[in-house]
């Protein structure tokens, strides 16, 4: 799934649309990708209708699907005027350029333009794919002339709306609508996208990073639940908004080395990989050259960016097309096809980790806004991705049983007390993890969090975080809820567990200033494994036989990051589920694997680096050099700044790997049959070990094209057209 995005204007003559194909093909694009961004409707209709005409009908007879993507927050102001518009509390409109402005998604009349606007591309024009562009709020508190500011009294008709930005239960009540009214918004526009006959819909959801892009800038708080707008049944995928140009800019708040680093995109995009396939901006320059504070993006840090998010097993890329920037995508000609040719093939992620994540912990006042909360995310994520290099999800808590059906494959959820759950969502968490035996839950905090629940604002003890979780891990809290030290006091964790493999080590140091005052519950499977030197317990385990739960009383912080990655290593253990197949590694190797079998490996080093995969039993694809590897170890240097990718292979499957699709959904291979189902291509190709001798598409027997490589054959159905197919093969 490999985008090429442009706009009416850089494509409006036929010789400009064929150089826009020609360069699709040479970098190994496979979606046609234009645009709307806040256009004067009378040029949509007029003037640029033929433009936008001709690049459908262009797409399709080339056999690309033919996507519009549709700004659905910025107005232009022609149509739809001023009194939808989004407005600050004191009534001041959030302008864009001269004329346009942010819109407001309380308002019926902007969200009937989008629909009238789809209506056109997909039934006029001819897209058969359509996308909707950054759901978020410019402001904070809506002032009086906003839409949303009737629509909080109509829902809320007891509450006064707050007036300055404290932490109350009305100031959280008009966050929580926010998120509400966004969310219906977006479900909205899907939903009558799919009934006027989009094939796919997408949408581009905000930064999960905090950011200082086109968000309130006293809170950073956009009340874009990506998660959640992801779960909505209609989206069929995802194009993150995050691009190499904003990194580089300085638009990012994680408050640390990796704010400006091209490497933050391997956190951001993984972020979004909740079920649904992700399209990954790869900017190839910036498409704001204009303002200073967007400088050309240097090659070697785009090459950088380009290799983490590969590194994420998205499903595709999608960069920037004007007709002007060819040199500079030859300059990392090295890199992007590669990524391109990698990630079509590329399922569902297979990591077994997991964080709750709830967007109630980013809608506080000061002094809990979403940048001083973050960091109690942030000090996991990232020991966990860059420096255990461990890929871990991020789920939604609004939407957790969607989420967890469509991750079948998860072992471990991870919880901090900040991101709270509701008494509902922990039960959809308890009902999981008793489903299938082995299943683990790993919660963390040092006692004091927030409530989901906006009738109660400010810090809260954690029982009131996860309502009835802890007891569930066989734990109380007591009163005070946190047992505060000394200043200056660090906590030296005492082993008090029998197990041989008991992780962290005896004696370990933390500096902390506080931990969780809790209890183990009498006569529950629950252990004290750690305490502090008063013998408070810091550290428990409930071992039920078939479910586990370890609850650490150290909260999240830097310094508590490497326990944190120390007992998810012993949880793993414990339930032997299969460790990083990616081991021995250096700091600058990232990978991240399918549960069809491959694993993206991208080196981010300016020099080569050593790494070994290891799995057993099996053979490896290489999918680049198209070879056999018979060892299930693979010990070997990965060259700078490179991207190398195999599949795992069961010794006795005929079905190697699946070339050229626009994406493959699933594969199920054995020793006499495989089948695939994907979203075939213009030059999709299966690579066999064995010529089979039958295959079926889509319930029909299919001629096929064979030709003999080295050690392999390659399968071309003869009926195969661009679209969604079952293929099945017979040996």
Same mark, same amino acid.
């Given at each position: 799934?490999? &985008?090429?995005?442009?706009?009416?204007?850089?494509?409006?003559?036929? @010789?400009?649309?064929?150089?826009?194909?020609?360069?699709?093909?040479?970098? %190994?694009?496979?979606?046609?990708?234009?645009?709307?961004?806040?256009?004067?409707?009378?040029?949509?209709?007029?003037?640029?209708?033929?433009?936008?005409?001709?690049?459908?009908?262009?797409?399709?007879?080339?056999?690309?699907?033919?996507?519009?993507?549709?700004?659905?927050?910025?107005?232009?102001?022609?149509?739809? *005027?001023?009194?939808?518009?989004?407005?600050?509390?004191?009534?001041?409109?959030?302008?864009? *350029?001269?004329?346009? =402005?942010?819109?407001?998604?309380?308002?019926?009349?902007?969200?009937?333009?989008?629909?009238?606007?789809?209506?056109?591309?997909?039934?006029?024009?001819?897209?058969?794919?359509?996308?909707?562009?950054?759901?978020?709020?410019?402001?904070?508190?809506?002032?009086?002339?906003?839409?949303?500011?009737?629509?909080?009294?109509?829902?809320?008709?007891?509450?006064?709306?707050?007036?300055?930005?404290?932490?109350?239960?009305?100031?959280?009540?008009?966050? /929580?609508?926010?998120?509400?009214?966004?969310?219906?918004? =977006?479900?909205?526009?899907?939903?009558?996208?799919?009934?006027?006959?989009?094939?796919?819909?997408?949408?581009?959801?905000?930064?999960?990073?905090?950011?200082?892009?086109?968000?309130?800038?006293?809170?950073?708080?956009?009340?874009?639940?990506?998660?959640?707008?992801?779960?909505?049944?209609?989206?069929? =995928?995802?194009?993150?908004?995050?691009?190499?140009?904003?990194?580089?800019?300085?638009?990012?708040?994680?408050?640390?080395?990796?704010?400006?680093?091209?490497?933050?995109?391997?956190? $951001?995009?993984?972020?979004?990989?909740?079920?649904?396939?992700?399209?990954?901006?790869?900017?190839?320059?910036?498409?704001?050259?204009?303002?200073?504070?967007?400088?050309?993006?240097?090659?070697?840090?785009?090459?950088?960016?380009?290799?983490?998010?590969?590194?994420?097993?998205?499903?595709?890329?999608?960069?920037?097309?004007?007709? #002007?920037?060819?040199?500079?995508?030859? /300059?990392?000609?090295?890199?992007?096809?590669?990524?391109?040719?990698?990630?079509?093939?590329?399922?569902?992620?297979?990591?077994?980790?997991?964080?709750?994540?709830?967007?109630?912990?980013?809608? #506080?006042?000061?002094?809990?806004?979403?940048?001083?909360?973050?960091?109690?995310?942030?000090?996991?994520?990232?020991?966990?991705?860059?420096?255990?290099?461990?890929?871990?999800?991020?789920?939604? &808590?609004?939407?957790?049983?969607? #989420?967890?059906?469509?991750?079948?494959?998860?072992?471990?959820?991870?919880?901090?007390?900040?991101?709270?759950?509701?008494?509902?969502?922990?039960?959809?968490? +308890? @009902?999981?993890?008793?489903? +299938?035996?082995?299943?683990?839950?790993?919660?963390?905090?040092?006692?004091?969090?927030?409530?989901?629940?906006?009738?109660?604002? *400010?810090?809260?003890?954690?029982?009131?975080?996860?309502?009835?979780?802890?007891?569930?891990?066989?734990?109380?809290?007591?009163?005070?809820?946190?047992?505060?030290?000394?200043?200056?006091?660090?906590?030296?964790?005492?082993?008090?567990?029998?197990?041989?493999?008991?992780?962290?080590?005896? *004696?370990?140091?933390?500096?902390?200033?506080?931990?969780?005052?809790? /209890?183990?519950?009498?006569?529950?499977?629950?252990?004290?494994?750690?305490?502090? %030197?008063?013998?408070?317990?810091?550290?428990?385990?409930?071992?039920?036989?078939?479910?586990?739960?370890?609850?650490?009383?150290?909260?999240?912080?830097?310094?508590?990051?490497?326990?944190?990655?120390?007992?998810?290593?012993?949880?793993?253990?414990?339930?032997?589920?299969?460790?990083?197949?990616?081991?021995?590694?250096?700091?600058?190797?990232?990978?991240?694997?399918?549960?069809?079998?491959?694993?993206?490996?991208?080196?981010?080093?300016?020099?080569? +680096?050593?790494?070994?995969? #290891?799995?057993?039993?099996?053979?490896?694809?290489?999918?680049? @050099?198209?070879?056999?590897?018979?060892?299930?170890?693979?010990?070997?240097?990965?060259?700078?700044?490179?991207?190398?990718?195999?599949?795992?292979?069961?010794?006795?499957?005929?079905?190697?790997?699946?070339?050229?699709?626009?994406? +493959?959904?699933?594969?199920?291979?054995?020793? %006499?049959?495989?089948?695939?189902?994907?979203?075939?291509?213009?030059?999709?190709?299966?690579?066999?070990?064995?010529?089979?001798? $039958?295959?079926?598409?889509?319930?029909?027997?299919?001629?096929?094209?064979? $030709?003999?490589?080295?050690?392999?054959?390659?399968?071309?159905?003869?009926?195969?057209?661009?679209?969604?197919?079952?293929?099945?093969?017979?040996?």
């Amino acid at each position: 799934m490999n &985008a090429l995005i442009t706009g009416p204007h850089e494509v409006a003559d036929a @010789k400009a649309l064929q150089h826009y194909i020609d360069d699709m093909q040479r970098w %190994g694009n496979d979606i046609a990708y234009n645009t709307y961004y806040a256009l004067p409707y009378s040029d949509v209709t007029g003037s640029l209708a033929d433009a936008y005409r001709n690049f459908a009908l262009k797409a399709r007879t080339c056999g690309f699907p033919a996507c519009i993507q549709i700004q659905a927050t910025i107005c232009r102001g022609d149509v739809v *005027g001023i009194s939808e518009a989004q407005y600050h509390h004191d009534n001041r409109l959030e302008r864009w *350029g001269d004329c346009g =402005f942010f819109a407001s998604f309380a308002s019926t009349q902007w969200k009937d333009y989008l629909q009238n606007l789809t209506n056109l591309f997909i039934r006029e024009y001819g897209y058969n794919w359509i996308v909707f562009q950054e759901p978020m709020y410019k402001v904070d508190i809506p002032g009086s002339l906003d839409r949303f500011h009737r629509l909080f009294l109509r829902t809320h008709p007891d509450e006064e709306y707050p007036g300055t930005r404290e932490e109350t239960s009305a100031y959280l009540k008009l966050q /929580q609508l926010k998120a509400e009214t966004l969310y219906n918004f =977006f479900a909205d526009l899907v939903k009558h996208a799919k009934s006027v006959g989009a094939e796919s819909v997408g949408l581009m959801p905000w930064f999960f990073t905090p950011t200082i892009e086109n968000t309130p800038a006293e809170t950073l708080y956009t009340a874009c639940d990506n998660g959640r707008l992801a779960a909505i049944p209609e989206v069929d =995928f995802l194009v993150p908004r995050i691009r190499p140009d904003n990194v580089y800019a300085n638009d990012l708040r994680t408050g640390d080395e990796l704010q400006k680093s091209p490497l933050i995109h391997y956190s $951001e995009v993984i972020s979004h990989c909740v079920g649904k396939p992700v399209i990954a901006l790869a900017n190839p320059r910036s498409e704001q050259q204009w303002r200073p504070r967007y400088p050309r993006i240097p090659a070697d840090y785009l090459r950088k960016s380009i290799l983490a998010t590969t590194a994420t097993a998205a499903n595709g890329t999608a960069a920037y097309w004007n007709g #002007h920037n060819n040199d500079h995508n030859g /300059q990392l000609q090295d890199v992007l096809p590669v990524a391109n040719y990698v990630l079509t093939r590329i399922g569902h992620q297979r990591t077994p980790l997991a964080f709750v994540f709830s967007l109630s912990a980013c809608r #506080h006042a000061e002094p809990y806004t979403w940048p001083n909360i973050w960091p109690f995310y942030w000090n996991i994520a990232k020991q966990v991705l860059f420096h255990e290099k461990w890929p871990m999800l991020t789920l939604s &808590a609004d939407v957790l049983d969607e #989420h967890l059906k469509m991750n079948p494959q998860l072992r471990m959820l991870i919880f901090e007390e900040h991101f709270a759950l509701t008494a509902e969502q922990v039960e959809t968490v +308890v @009902k999981w993890w008793h489903a +299938v035996p082995g299943r683990v839950l790993l919660v963390i905090g040092s006692g004091l969090g927030f409530s989901a629940d906006p009738n109660k604002p *400010g810090i809260r003890p954690i029982k009131e975080t996860f309502p009835g979780l802890l007891e569930h891990i066989g734990i109380s809290q007591d009163i005070p809820p946190r047992i505060d030290l000394k200043p200056g006091a660090k906590i030296t964790l005492t082993n008090r567990s029998r197990e041989h493999y008991s992780l962290p080590q005896n *004696g370990t140091v933390v500096d902390t200033t506080s931990i969780a005052n809790i /209890q183990r519950v009498f006569g529950s499977p629950t252990s004290v494994m750690f305490t502090d %030197g008063h013998k408070h317990p810091v550290i428990t385990k409930w071992n039920s036989g078939s479910t586990f739960g370890y609850f650490l009383g150290l909260g999240s912080s830097p310094a508590s990051a490497p326990v944190i990655t120390q007992l998810i290593r012993l949880a793993l253990r414990t339930i032997k589920t299969t460790l990083p197949p990616v081991i021995n590694a250096d700091h600058n190797i990232f990978w991240n694997g399918s549960m069809d079998g491959y694993v993206v490996v991208a080196n981010t080093c300016d020099a080569p +680096v050593p790494a070994t995969i #290891h799995r057993e039993p099996c053979l490896y694809w290489d999918i680049i @050099k198209k070879q056999v590897i018979k060892s299930p170890k693979l010990c070997m240097d990965f060259p700078s700044n490179s991207i190398r990718a195999f599949r795992w292979v069961p010794k006795t499957a005929k079905l190697y790997d699946v070339e050229d699709a626009i994406h +493959v959904q699933c594969i199920s291979a054995g020793a %006499g049959k495989a089948e695939v189902n994907l979203m075939a291509g213009c030059a999709t190709a299966f690579i066999v070990r064995n010529i089979p001798r $039958e295959v079926i598409m889509d319930d029909e027997t299919s001629e096929i094209t064979v $030709e003999e490589c080295t050690d392999f054959y390659r399968i071309r159905l003869n009926n195969m057209c661009s679209g969604n197919h079952t293929v099945v093969f017979r040996w």
